[in-house]
């Protein structure tokens, strides 16, 4: 079986402050991982996928993440959090064989405070 | 490129009412999803096709939901009959291959109330 963790309902950031969603995953054999983003009322939009090479991937919007194979971490990062940023971000799996399906994690909430 | 489109946008039944949800994925796209989206949870796969064939329908519940996707393009998913439980929003994506690498592109979904 295969799972996404993340740990936290909801981070509020300042406006301008580094941002930090967390995601850990629980997988046997090799994880594609994805981040999207879903705002009110709205279909969940892709925002980057980590397939295999470079552990840091970089997304739309100025996001990236970090792939951490020895801490099953794919953590969404930006540098410096816009108010529009504010959503709700979902963290997702695939295994490299087998079923195509995401599983997805339950979701952070993201508020940015002006 | 259009994206995904998805109708109703919302519907609200009562239960034991049947209903039904349509989606046109993106040009070109051979494999087609569709997601229940219970309120505070992750999305969770409830069919997919590739081309016009089921490839994975092992959590739909087949006493009540169905879907086809007759000539590999579009799809319809239909609830009947419905309960207070399936009150949920659905989410249809589309794939270009289908592979593990593939990214999934999702439509706005359709929220259903069932009272």
């Known amino acids: 079986a295969q799972s996404v963790a993340q740990p936290e309902d909801q981070v509020n950031v300042a406006e301008g402050n580094p941002l930090t969603v967390k995601c850990t995953y629980s997988v046997s054999g090799n994880p594609y991982l994805f981040w999207y983003v879903q705002y009110p009322n709205r279909g969940l939009q892709f925002l980057l996928k980590?397939?295999?090479?470079?552990?840091l991937v970089k997304g739309s919007y100025g996001f990236e993440a970090e792939f951490n194979k020895s801490q099953t971490s794919f953590h969404l990062k930006k540098p410096s959090a816009l108010v529009s940023d504010s959503a709700l971000y979902f963290c997702?799996?695939?295994?490299?064989?087998?079923?195509?399906?995401?599983?997805f994690g339950s979701g952070t909430r993201l508020q940015v405070q002006p | 490129e259009a994206g995904v489109a998805q109708s109703p946008r919302y519907k609200i039944i009562e239960k034991r009412q049947s209903v039904a949800f349509w989606c046109n994925p993106i040009s070109g796209h051979a494999t087609l999803y569709w997601y229940q989206q219970i309120l505070g949870q992750g999305p969770k796969l409830l069919i997919q096709?590739?081309?016009?064939?089921?490839?994975?329908d092992s959590q739909l519940p087949k006493d009540r939901f169905s879907a086809e996707r007759l000539k590999g393009v579009d799809s319809t998913l239909k609830i009947q009959p419905a309960k207070l439980e399936d009150s949920a929003v659905y989410l249809c994506?589309?794939?270009?291959?289908?592979?593990?690498?593939?990214?999934?592109?999702f439509g706005p979904g359709t929220r259903l109330t069932v009272l």
């Open positions: 980590y397939i295999t090479g470079d552990n």
């Open positions: 994506a589309s794939g270009l291959s289908g592979d593990n690498t593939d990214t999934q592109y």
């Open positions: 997702a799996l695939v295994r490299d064989t087998g079923r195509r399906a995401l599983t």
């Open positions: 096709f590739q081309n016009n064939g089921v490839v994975d």
